[in-house]
C-alpha cells in the first residue's frame, strides 16, 4: 500500500514534542501540507524550523483562538483535509486520592483533552464540508478504554469522553464525507511526562509491564505515527468511528 497526501492540507495538535512530532513528519515526508500547533510555542517554533513547517501556537482549550486558527489556515491554503489532535496529556499532574483533587485540576486536563478535541472539529467542519471531504483523528489513549495506568481519574475520564465524541463526531460529519477515528496508544516513552512515569515504576515494574504486551516491546511515537497515516489516508475511506488500539496487544 503507497500512502501519500500530495496536495492534501493537514492541521496536527500536539507538535512541540513526541507522538505530534512524530506525527508532522510522517505526514509530511508523505507529500501533505503540514501545520504543526502546540501551546509550547519556544518548543514548537524551534520544531517547525528544523522540519521546514508552519507553526501555529495554540491552546486548543480556547475556543476563539481555534477558531480563528483554523479559518487562517483555510483561508491560507484554500482547505483544510486532515486534523489530528495529539495535543492532551495530563499538565503536569500525578495520580491522588480522589479527595486531594481540586475542580481547577480536573477542569484543566478536560480542557486539553476534550474540550479542544470539540472545538477544533467544530472549527475543521467547515472547510472540510465544502470540500466534502476529511479526516479526523483524535489520539486517545488505552486510558479511554480501561483505567490509566497514570492513576489520574480526570485523564482517565477525559479520555473515555474523547472515545465517545469521536463515535459522535463520525455519525455527525459522515454524511459529508469526513471520517472521525481514534487511536488508543499503549505506553510509549514519548515526552518527559511519560518517561517520569516510566522512571517511577522502578525495574519490576518496568519488567512487568512490558511483559503484558504480547509484543514485549514498548511503543514508538513512529508506531502511532504509522498508524495515523492510515487512517488519514484514501485506503481509509470506509473506516470511521473506530477506535484503533495500537499497543503491541495487550494483556491488562
Not at 483544510?80 to 486531594?100: F, K, M, S, T, Y
Not at 480536573?106 to 475543521?124: E, K, M, P, S, T
Not at 469522553?161 to 469521536?166: D, F, H, N, R, S
Not at 505515527?225 to 475511506?237: G, I, R, Y
Request: glycine share 12%; with cysteine.
Amino acid at each position: 500500500m503507497h500512502i501519500r497526501f500530495d496536495n492534501r492540507v493537514a492541521l496536527v495538535t500536539g507538535a512541540a514534542q513526541g507522538i505530534g512530532q512524530a506525527i508532522a513528519r510522517m505526514l509530511k515526508s508523505a507529500g501533505a501540507d503540514v501545520v504543526a500547533s502546540d501551546i509550547d510555542e519556544a518548543r514548537l517554533v524551534s520544531f517547525c524550523a528544523q522540519e521546514g513547517l508552519a507553526a501555529l501556537p495554540l491552546d486548543v482549550g480556547h475556543r476563539a483562538a481555534v477558531q480563528q486558527g483554523v479559518e487562517a489556515i483555510a483561508a491560507q491554503k484554500g482547505r483544510l483535509d486532515i486534523l489530528v489532535h495529539a495535543a492532551g496529556g495530563v499538565r503536569g499532574q500525578v495520580g491522588r486520592p480522589i479527595e486531594e483533587v481540586s475542580e481547577d485540576d480536573w477542569r484543566a486536563i478536560f480542557a486539553a483533552n476534550v474540550d479542544g478535541a470539540f472545538w477544533l472539529a467544530q472549527a475543521a467542519s467547515a472547510p472540510m464540508r465544502r470540500n466534502s471531504y476529511g479526516r479526523i483523528i483524535m489520539i486517545a489513549s488505552g486510558a479511554g478504554l480501561r483505567p490509566s495506568l497514570t492513576g489520574i481519574q480526570a485523564y482517565t475520564a477525559a479520555k473515555h469522553a474523547l472515545v465517545g465524541l469521536t463515535k459522535q463526531l463520525s455519525q455527525d460529519l459522515g454524511p459529508s464525507g469526513v471520517t472521525c477515528n481514534a487511536i488508543a496508544p499503549g505506553f510509549v516513552r514519548s515526552n518527559p511526562t511519560t518517561e517520569r512515569q516510566w522512571q517511577s515504576y522502578g525495574a519490576e515494574g518496568q519488567a512487568r509491564l512490558v511483559s503484558s504486551i504480547h509484543a514485549r516491546r514498548l511503543g514508538t511515537a513512529e508506531d502511532i505515527a504509522h498508524a495515523v497515516a492510515f487512517l488519514a489516508s484514501d485506503q481509509a475511506a470506509w473506516i470511521s468511528g473506530q477506535i484503533l488500539s495500537v499497543d503491541g496487544g495487550h494483556s491488562g
